[in-house]
């Protein structure tokens, strides 16, 4: 091709027909130009193509991460409901009413204040691989799904909130361990074993009931809520993924 071009130059100029080889002079290079134009245009799409794939792998990423989430919040959301009933029994005072009398070394399992429900927290670890990854990916602009791109980001903002209020719940739940060391009955506690000296204190301490209002404050009237409205959110959320793409 390019032989052929060159012999045309050449008998243009031979034959000395300035104005004709001028024209061709230009058509040559609008020629150069318009396959610059189509190489650059064939680069762009496919980089567009490439650009758009890398954002549906990290969609189906979020995808994943949802689903892993909304198959193990159930079990968590209802640990905290089953928590709730225990801890509301015992600032009802249901419970010291008969501990007492009642709890010794072979029903100790019933004593529900023992289970030590304020001394730890039942953690929900949420799964963001592909928020981090979106973070990363500058480009949505280009590839027409800037908007479910931003609600995703947007919907994971619920982060900062679930990790403030569960970080405040591990603090509770470490300070109350704190508290319980002072006491000689701790070890016992601590390792499951009766004692009666610490059946009395959950029966009649008013800084124990003071400690499980404070930490059903936290757990569940602000973390369990969280819980709830997140399970709501990504089912929502992982449709619109779905439908998407």
């Known amino acids: 091709m390019i032989k052929f071009f060159r012999k045309i130059r050449q008998k243009l100029l031979s034959e000395n027909k ?31 193509k490439k650009r758009a794939n890398q954002l549906n ?32 029994n015992i600032v009802d005072d249901k ?32 799964q963001n691989k592909g928020l981090e990854l979106l973070k990363t990916f500058n480009d949505f602009n280009s590839t027409g799904n800037k908007e479910l ?5 947007q919907f994971y903002s619920i982060l900062e909130s679930l990790n403030n209020v569960l970080d405040k719940l591990k603090e509770e739940s470490f300070n109350n361990v704190k508290y319980f060391e002072q006491f000689s009955w701790y070890s016992d506690f601590m390792n499951g074993r009766f004692n009666p000296l610490a059946i009395e204190f959950f029966a009649k301490n008013e800084i124990f009931k003071n400690k499980v209002i404070t930490y ?3 757990a569940i009237q602000n973390y369990l809520p969280l819980l709830k409205y997140y399970k709501e959110s990504a089912t929502i959320l992982l449709k619109k993924i779905e439908i998407s793409h």
């Open 149 to 153: 791109t931003i609600e995703i980001i």
């Open 216 to 218: 059903r404050l936290v």
């Open 18 to 48: 300035f104005s004709k080889y001028l024209i061709y002079a230009v058509g040559e290079i609008i020629l150069v130009v318009i396959g610059i134009l189509i190489a650059l245009s064939i680069n762009i799409w496919n980089e567009n």
């Open 95 to 126: 419970y010291s009413s008969f501990l007492l009398d009642s709890i010794n070394a072979n029903n100790y399992i019933e004593c529900i204040p023992c289970e030590g429900d304020i001394n730890s927290y039942i953690p929900f670890e949420i």
């Open 57 to 88: 792998n990290i969609y189906d990423d979020v995808k994943l991460n949802l689903k892993s989430d909304l198959s193990n919040i159930d079990n968590v959301i209802k640990q905290y409901e089953q928590l709730d009933l225990r801890l509301e």
